[in-house]
């Protein structure tokens, strides 16, 4: 049996909860977005940036981008209403890649330091959700990042365990493909191994994977540990990431 096709409102997904698609059903799904199945699996839809996923590895944010002697402007966002335009006139970004993605002013700047979401992009330029507070010196010495929270992922590093986690794949996941990940309820989890009742946290031997936690304040939990396993292996974990 597939998974269920319906939400936990019984209505249908427009995106399989299996796909891995090189480009998102237009329309379909932000990135971003939870969907919650009726029996409590909640799953978000993402970007795969870095190296292929597998079933049971571990996805922490993307690499944030770099954005340098920024400007800040008033201009109109997609709903037409009024917003903030930031400028990198040396970026040479995709257009529209970072949908969803946030932007955050570099400490100590004169902007405000907000991470405000992006609502679209062209090659040197990035249309916020609102309208920054306090904006950018108008000399263009204010630097900046772009984070992308959790529309986009790449695996999480090994032996770290306090990175932050964004999903667990439920399947393949491409390279720059966009695809589900769970963040609620019992999954597959790759692990190093893992005993029946222990923490969860990122931070294996290999990127991607899980580890008990240890006596360490800040380790990351994901979850609780519901059905072991061996090394190298996929144990069921009760998911509770953010």
């Not at 019984?10 to 977005?33: F, H, V």
């Not at 008033?74 to 970026?91: K, M, Q, R």
């Not at 999954?187 to 290999?206: F, I, K, Q, T």
């Amino acid at each position: 049996m597939a998974y269920q096709e319906q939400d936990a409102y019984g209505r249908l997904w427009q995106t399989k909860l299996t796909a891995n698609d090189s480009t998102p059903i237009e329309g379909a799904e932000k990135l971003g977005a939870v969907r919650e199945l009726a029996d409590g699996r909640r799953f978000r839809y993402v970007q795969m940036t870095g190296t292929a996923g597998a079933l049971g590895e571990l996805l922490m944010p993307a690499t944030l981008v770099t954005v340098t002697d920024a400007t800040s402007a008033s201009g109109t966002g997609p709903d037409g209403a009024t917003t903030t335009i930031i400028t990198d006139a040396d970026a040479a970004f995709t257009a529209d890649a970072y949908i969803n993605w946030y932007f955050q002013l570099a400490t100590s700047m004169t902007g405000s330091t907000e991470p405000l979401k992006i609502v679209g992009n062209s090659a040197t330029t990035l249309t916020l959700e609102k309208s920054i507070a306090t904006a950018l010196a108008s000399g263009g010495t204010d630097d900046g990042e772009i984070l992308a929270g959790t529309a986009a992922g790449i695996l999480s590093s090994a032996s770290d365990l306090d990175v932050a986690v964004i999903g667990v794949c439920v399947g393949t996941l491409t390279q720059n493909y966009y695809g589900w990940v769970q963040v609620a309820g019992p999954a597959a989890v790759m692990s190093d191994a893992l005993g029946e009742g222990e923490s969860v946290c990122p931070g294996g031997n290999a990127d991607g994977q899980a580890i008990s936690a240890d006596t360490d304040a800040d380790n990351n939990i994901i979850g609780v540990c519901i059905g072991a396993s061996g090394t190298n292996e996929n144990g069921l974990v009760d998911l509770r990431i953010a």
